[in-house]
């Protein structure tokens, strides 16, 4: 089975930084679309970026140039590096995998397979 397991969430305040990371077993992740998305109370699910086997990388608009998506396959991990937070990047972060042949920040969702607990970021 496909197990993902998230950890680095936490609270900060407005302008600060945090990293998350996503630990990968029981899939050949250097093959596969890992991404990230986010769950705020009361609203949608959001892709917020994905990685693919190629190397290439894809955001959301809302956090372009804010956020930086990276996998480490010697290690089997995902990152995400969150800068300058705003509050309305609160919300409860999955690490997912994709089935999809094009790996976009708006494919993880819509191609979910498997995705971790969650890692709750908070935002102040």
């Known amino acids: 089975d496909v197990q993902l397991v998230e950890s680095g969430g936490g609270s900060v305040q407005t302008g600060g930084s945090l990293r998350l990371s996503c630990v990968v077993s029981g899939y050949s992740h250097r093959t596969g679309c890992l991404g990230w998305f986010r769950q705020a109370p009361g609203k949608e699910r959001e892709g917020v970026a994905a990685?693919?086997?190629?190397?290439?990388?894809s955001y959301a608009a809302s956090v372009k140039d804010r956020f930086a998506i990276s996998r480490d396959n010697a290690k089997n991990t995902l990152y995400l590096q969150m800068n300058s937070l705003q509050p309305e990047d609160s919300a409860l972060y999955y690490c997912a995998r994709a089935e999809t042949v094009t790996c976009g920040a708006a494919d993880v969702i819509p191609n979910l397979r498997s995705w971790g607990q969650g890692t709750q970021v908070t935002v102040s």
């Open positions: 990685s693919g086997p190629d190397g290439t990388t």
